[in-house]
């Protein structure tokens, strides 16, 4: 069964930090690219950041440049999302989605070339 599971998130102060970690099991993530996606109540999913198939290209939405990273680790089969310098509006369930083409770009909305999605995991960005 394919399966994606998002861990760490959790309860942070603005400015604070956390990392996001996306492990496939079932499948090996090595020819598929990665997409982080994040949702709240009332709006669009939006996806922050996508990893191509080998890790070397990586791209982000303009709000999250500078302070969130993406990575991946294909023997671990995880990915992760580093998030720095993080704001209230950062707050959200972020999910991960895997995309069985080698590379990525960041689209309005959810791209239907995701197929495999994790269960999300809650970030809040609190005082």
């Known amino acids: 069964q394919l399966q994606l599971v998002e861990s760490g998130g959790g309860l942070v102060q603005p400015g604070g930090s956390l990392r996001l970690s996306c492990e496939a099991s079932?499948?090996?993530?090595?020819?598929?690219?990665i997409g982080w996606f994040r949702q709240v109540p009332g709006k669009e999913r939006e996806e922050v950041s996508c990893?191509?198939?080998?890790?070397?290209?990586?791209n982000y939405v303009d709000s999250v440049k500078g302070r969130f990273t993406i990575s991946r680790d294909n023997v671990k089969n995880t990915v992760y999302l580093q998030m720095n310098s993080l704001k209230p509006e950062d707050a959200a369930v972020y999910y991960c989605?895997?995309?069985?083409?080698?590379?990525?770009?960041?689209?309005?909305?959810?791209?239907?070339?995701?197929?495999?999605w994790g269960q999300g995991t809650q970030v809040t960005v609190s005082s």
């Open positions: 989605a895997a995309a069985h083409v080698p590379f990525c770009t960041i689209a309005a909305g959810t791209s239907p070339q995701y197929k495999h």
């Open positions: 079932g499948f090996t993530l090595d020819y598929y690219a």
């Open positions: 990893i191509s198939s080998s890790g070397g290209a990586t």
